[in-house]
């Protein structure tokens, strides 16, 4: 959870109390400046609230009590929402109370109250091995850039990266010759990840061929190593829908999505053998809490432990 940081000499913005649009445009511009967090995250927390100021309507937020406050978790299941996205919500609320706090508007913060949801590790959907090269070949010579798709899904499953990174990812970051890319996480953190040699050759193939055409239709030379038809950088939102077609072209699930992927390469590790420091490196994860709803997902791996180190195995 984030706690943000308090800095004496900033100046306080000049709001009512009461007026909650404003206070929360504040705390986006407090995380993006203080407490440095990605503009993704940014985003999540000012969606989370939105549908928090759609709920308070014309109702001061400093005059809230905590029964009008579970009220709004009512409200949140009243608008179907999953579990983990309820628990997200309140912990944006819990976020906003905090900074209200922070700035002397709320003397304390009810938030806090509010009982969260265990967010129970749901176990993600993962991929068998199998299916993992069915999906990585979908790209065929019919589709426009088959080249730089076969590249993205590569990169999907050989690094573990979100969908945001690799939008992000440049050219320059990427060592073949010393097959690892150099990653821009959450919060701007950088980490170094292994390139097998079917990526490496994919991403070869893409930079040979395709990318030269796609940068030469941009107006400036492009730093990105992934381009639209366009020449320009390959949005994140657009490697969903890659995803999605040939997720759909392969015969997989259709709640597959980039993150799927993530999934799968974090699950594969452990199954192997990797340690789940290792793992949490590799993801990028600041809290190993983090990584360890991975060892709940192949239950073969711990009965192989467990058979290797249980005397009465």
Partial sequence: MIRPR???QRPAPQYRGDDATRWCAALGDYLRSECHLAENSVAAYQRDLDRFRRWLG???????????LSDFVGFLHDEQLAPASIARHL??????YRYLQLEGVVRDNLAELLGSQRLWQRVPHVLSPGMVDRFLAAPGRGDPYWRRDRAL???LYATGCRASELSHLKAADVQLGERFCLCQGKGNKQRLVPLGEAAVAAI????REERPLLAGRAAASPAWLL??????RLRREAIWELVKKYALRSGMPTS?????????FATHLLAGGADLRQVQELLGHANIATTQIYTHVDISRLQKVHRQYHPRA
Avoid: A, C
């Fill in 153 to 155: 899904l590569e990169l």
């Fill in 204 to 207: 070869e193939d893409y930079l």
């Fill in 227 to 232: 381009l639209s038809r366009g020449g320009r």
């Fill in 6 to 8: 308090r800095k004496l």
């Fill in 58 to 68: 014309d109702r001061p937020v400093t005059q809230l009590t905590i029964r009008e």
């Fill in 91 to 96: 912990v944006s609320v819990k976020l906003f």
């Fill in 256 to 264: 597959i999505s980039p993150h799927t992927l993530r999934h799968s």
